[in-house]
């Protein structure tokens, strides 16, 4: 370590030597209070890094009854979407001096313990992409609201008046719409998952503009279906899809929310030779659902990013903490974007 003995402690006394500033100031501008200004407090890290100092953690949790640790809820780990997304939620959660833990559950036994270990301060908030929207929870969750826990909603479902970060559904709709109006569709059908369907109405509103019917598909929860089961349920779900393909030669756009769903969709459709694309049904999903093995076109995707998704959902969580459970903003949306490319394997 530059200038120092290797193995040699450095202590909050030795930056105060180093960078001519009192103990009582490294002390607050390391724990990053108010009554050190941002110059000083720049002057200070920059030296406590050049000596290689890091912080106590259990010192510091045990001083401040904090435990700098938060649970990042995810329903499963075989998504893209959401190991991405925890794992950008746990960068930014870094830069605030926290470490996120990415937790995997969905049953309903599995949340409301995660739910104790928050009011136990084993966590000091919860971002979560699962539906806790649920009536056996909602005592509980007021109960969260009540001591003030911080908690992210990233599902789009309002919980408690909880703030909400998830891709805007109006732009979502409209771009989408017109992307597959653009393509001469003449029939649309949205697949997604019942609890899910957040976008209906937007999407509703701009077929209607350009005097197309919705035809909304819900699935099975694939978590309660083993995938055939799943699989085989979906497709008999949108039998009324392939028989309008075949029979009247229309012009078909299907959008599929989710990573399952567009697997799945891709899997049925080569099972009853249905090409996709120009020749074919043209489907959006999202990026890392389409597999060229399947879907051998350009296809064209719903994207975000996932930086700036991570960056909101920072902000929301720690002005919670930092203010005692008050919030400002409850609601954030994330622009998002069409994406047309080849698909990979």
């Not at 009011?119 to 919860?126: R, V």
């Not at 805007?168 to 992307?179: A, I």
């Not at 089961?229 to 979906?234: C, G, I, K, T, V």
Request: aromatic share 10%; proline share 3%; charged share 25%.
């Amino acid at each position: 370590m530059n200038n120092m003995k290797k193995n040699e402690k450095i202590s909050i006394k030795t930056i105060a030597q180093k960078s001519g500033f009192s103990t009582y100031t490294v002390s607050h501008a390391l724990r990053d209070f108010d009554d050190v200004n941002d110059k000083t407090k720049k002057k200070i890290i920059a030296v406590s890094k050049k000596l290689g100092y890091y912080p106590n953690r259990l010192g510091r949790s045990l001083a401040s009854g904090k435990s700098y640790q938060i649970a990042i809820l995810i329903p499963e780990l075989s998504s893209l979407y959401f190991i991405r997304a925890a794992m950008a939620c746990s960068e930014e959660l870094k830069k605030f001096d926290y470490s996120g833990t990415i937790i995997m559950g969905h049953s309903l036994e599995f949340e409301n313990n995660l739910l104790d270990e928050l009011f136990s301060k084993h966590y000091d908030g919860l971002i979560t992409f699962n539906d806790l929207d649920k009536p056996e929870m909602q005592k509980k969750i007021e109960a969260c609201k009540e001591q003030a826990i911080p908690i992210v909603i990233c599902n789009g479902f309002s919980v408690c008046n909880y703030p909400q970060v998830y891709c805007d559904p109006v732009q979502e709709s409209r771009l989408m719409v017109d992307h597959l109006h653009a393509q001469g569709i003449q029939s649309f059908y949205y697949i997604a998952h019942e609890a899910y369907k957040l976008n209906t109405r937007a999407i509703r509103r701009f077929l209607k503009q350009k005097r197309l019917k919705l035809n909304l598909i819900t699935t099975a929860d694939f978590h309660e279906l083993e995938p055939d089961e799943y699989l085989e349920n979906l497709e008999n779900k949108i039998k009324p899809l392939i028989k309008s393909y075949f029979s009247n030669n229309n012009k078909i756009g299907v959008y599929c929310l989710g990573e399952k769903i567009t697997i799945a969709i891709q899997r049925i459709f080569k099972k009853h030779n249905i090409p996709l694309g120009r020749e074919g049904i043209l489907l959006i999903g999202t990026e890392h659902a389409f597999h060229s093995e399947l879907s051998p076109v350009r296809i064209t995707s719903l994207n975000f990013s996932y930086k700036k998704f991570a960056e909101e959902i920072g902000k929301k969580l720690l002005n919670q903490i930092d203010n005692s459970g008050k919030m400002r903003k409850i609601r954030k949306f994330i622009p998002v974007w069409l994406e047309t490319k080849e698909s990979t394997s």
